[in-house]
């Protein structure tokens, strides 16, 4: 995936990130591209990390796509399978494995994310609130340009937009409250966001 994301992006990843090793890992990002899962495997694979990423449920019916994903140990994720998901969430983490979850839930519209992230789900907060996992936030730039909302398959252009990635310090969730809780999550990422727009 680092190399095919290659095609249509420059990189600029994080390099220095600071994950817990007294915890379950719990990573939480921003989602405004299908280009987005693409770059989430290319971050994952090149920090060596073993991750159980959340991929629309629909996806998983699909031809040769559906057969990659449940080989890579995707979790598929739907109203309808919102239980059984956040089950799988809990057993891997609890195995030691780390989970992404995209806390939007979908993909956000650029008129629905004024301050930079759309409302979040309180999933993720019950998942972390179970496992006692700490919360990773991750804020990805530039995949918009990559793969707008409602395009087909994005094709390679001549000038690569630039697809940034930030993670910001890993936290615990204190409250009981899961909407609480995901709003800490969505303003920690939203925070990254606003450090990020220089890069």
């Known amino acids: 995936m680092a190399i095919f994301s290659r095609i249509f992006s420059r990189h600029d990843f994080q390099e220095d990130v600071e994950l817990p090793i007294d915890s379950p890992i719990l990573f939480a990002a921003n989602h405004r591209s299908f280009f987005d899962v693409i770059i989430a495997w290319a971050v994952f694979s090149k920090s060596g990390i073993n991750c159980h990423c959340f991929i629309r449920a629909d996806l998983f019916k699909k031809p040769v796509i559906g057969s990659w994903l449940k080989r890579n140990g995707c979790i598929p994720a739907s109203r309808s399978t919102r239980e059984e998901a956040e089950k799988r969430a809990i057993t891997e983490l609890n195995a030691g494995h780390a989970v992404a979850i995209m806390p939007e839930g979908r993909l956000v519209p650029a008129d629905e994310r004024l301050d930079g992230v759309g409302q979040g789900r309180p999933g ?9 996992a700490k ?9 918009e340009i990559v793969w707008p909302l409602g395009k087909a398959f994005p094709i390679p252009k001549l000038k690569k937009p630039l697809v940034s990635v930030r993670f910001g310090a890993p936290f615990h969730l204190t409250s009981d409250d899961d909407i609480e809780n995901v709003e800490k999550i969505m303003a920690s990422i939203k925070d990254l966001l ?4 220089g890069h």
């Open 124 to 132: 993720i907060s019950r998942i972390a609130r179970a496992t006692g």
């Open 135 to 143: 919360i990773v936030p991750v804020a990805i730039q530039g995949s």
């Open 194 to 197: 606003t450090e990020g727009k």
